[in-house]
């Protein structure tokens, strides 16, 4: 089976991107969703969160205040990596589960949707990698419609991430070096033209899946 990173910033339209290929039929395996699993009341990870940051960020039920938790680590650096330490390999290992779920069941490929896949580096595990990439203005505009955020709160969240110039960039640079293949989709368009672009890209992704090796 062929494992397919998905990526992209906030508001890029990772998530419709997903959507739209699990309408076609391929098996989508979603990282905020594992994210949230991990970190679920009673779990370990929501043990050890609640041990690094204090019961503050407990919601009143005792599960996890993700708001309030995000507030803190967007302003706070080492906050935030030390959070990363925590979910991270839950994550990646959860992760792993549900590929080789979809490689028994017959897939001959799966996606892998995660907003930080770059940040992390954990996009080398895949053999292709499809980055829905987006203009910063398109990107602001969308973020600050979506949430209802002030600009300020829309600038601290995208200085956590990379902007799509730099994905884009360490992405075709890793695979020059022998890393996943790379497919660009942009999504700053209409959003009725993202299902053709979309074909077009995963037809990329598709040619470029068949000349690497097998997992």
């Not at 391929?26 to 779990?43: F, K, N, T």
């Not at 994550?91 to 001959?108: F, K, S, V």
């Not at 996943?180 to 979309?198: E, F, K, M, S």
Request: glycine content about 10%; some cysteine.
């Amino acid at each position: 089976m062929k494992a397919v990173g998905l990526t992209g910033g906030i508001a890029s339209g990772k998530s419709t991107v997903a959507g739209l290929l699990r309408d076609q039929g391929v098996p989508v395996i979603d990282a905020d969703r594992v994210s949230r699993e991990v970190v679920a009341p009673g779990s370990a990870g929501l043990a050890e969160i609640v041990r690094a940051f204090g019961p503050q960020v407990l919601a009143a039920d005792g599960s996890l205040d993700r708001e309030a938790l995000g507030r803190r680590v967007v302003a706070d650096a080492e906050d935030r990596r030390r959070l990363e330490a925590i979910t991270h390999p839950r994550i990646a290992a959860e992760i792993g589960r549900a590929l080789d779920t979809c490689a028994a069941e017959g897939a001959p490929v799966a996606v892998v949707e995660a907003a930080l896949m770059v940040e992390t580096g954990s996009f080398r595990r895949y053999d292709a990698v499809l980055l829905v990439t987006v203009s910063p203005a398109v990107q602001r505009a969308r973020l600050a419609a979506r949430q209802g955020w002030p600009p300020g709160r829309v600038e601290q969240w995208l200085a956590t991430q990379l902007s799509s110039a730099e994905r884009a960039r360490r992405l075709r640079e890793a695979e020059c070096q022998g890393g996943p293949a790379v497919v660009l989709l942009d999504n700053d368009g209409d959003a009725a033209q993202l299902p053709t672009r979309l074909r077009c890209a995963w037809d990329q992704v598709l040619a470029r899946l068949a000349g690497a090796p097998a997992q």
